[in-house]
């Protein structure tokens, strides 16, 4: 898929974002919850119209919040007039030359499966500051009898959490523009993303979720430089001559 096609599918499907409850959206309590305290830079790759870089502002000192689509950044911008310190950006984060250990904090959703995984990781990699935390949640591809098992587990909790929350079917027009952008989608099984996280992310921890997601958790180790600590010498006592 190429970045022309995404944003124009992304263009299209702002007007649908009303920020009420998605497969995704369920999720990001659970990303939340494990950003770094304290938080003085944070980054959204993809933010869409802004709700998780609203809640990120909250506990984060400012917010570089990035998307392809300028619809989405145009609604983000008016969705968020009361927050000054997330500043919002129309871009493509692998064309981007952050200054190494950038940010505390980098969160991802839905958008990591758009982008060469190797590619994304490395940049993620560089630009985290040692001790921040990288946050992703996207989709995977489906492989083996446990995830038929996983597959029918998040059909049944997705159409009960539909049905609590009141949630109503999607418009003629919503239903073709996300059948049109599924179209050229392409989404890793566990099994590649797990290969990729060992290979560049020693120690992250990839967690198959249901409703068809997984997450990323993922803490840069701490410089070695920070880690030594100064040789504390003690005084010998050398008597007077």
């Known amino acids: 898929m ?17 920020d009420g409850w998605n497969h995704n959206n369920h999720y990001i309590p659970y990303l939340l919850s494990r950003a770094p305290v304290p ?44 927050y000054t310190n997330i500043t919002y950006e129309v871009g493509d984060v692998l064309a981007m030359n952050f200054p190494a250990h950038s940010f505390d904090c980098i ?53 009960a959490i539909k049905l609590i929350k009141g949630r109503v079917r999607q418009s003629p027009e919503q239903r073709a523009a996300w059948e049109e952008h599924g179209r050229t989608d392409h989404y890793l099984k566990i099994s590649e993303v797990q290969l990729v996280c060992a290979k560049l992310l020693p120690g992250a921890r990839v967690r198959k979720h249901l409703m068809w997601r997984y997450s990323i958790v993922w803490t840069k180790p701490a410089s070695r430089v920070a880690l030594v600590q100064p040789r504390q010498h003690t005084r010998r006592n050398i008597p007077d001559m």
């Open 39 to 82: 938080c003085p830079e944070s980054l959204e790759i993809g933010c869409g119209t802004g709700m998780l870089a609203r809640l990120l502002a909250q506990r984060s000192g400012h917010v570089l919040a990035l998307d392809l689509s300028p619809q989405m950044i145009r609604m983000a911008q008016q969705r968020s007039t009361g």
């Open 2 to 18: 190429t970045l022309e096609k995404i944003q124009a599918d992304f263009d299209r499907l702002a007007q649908f974002d009303d």
């Open 107 to 159: 969160v991802s959703v839905a958008t990591l499966h758009h982008m060469a995984m190797d590619a994304i990781l490395l940049k993620v990699k560089d630009t985290l500051k040692p001790g921040g935390a990288l946050l992703v949640l996207d989709l995977y591809q489906s492989e083996g009898l446990t995830d038929i098992a996983y597959d029918f587990a998040s059909f049944v909790v997705s159409t």
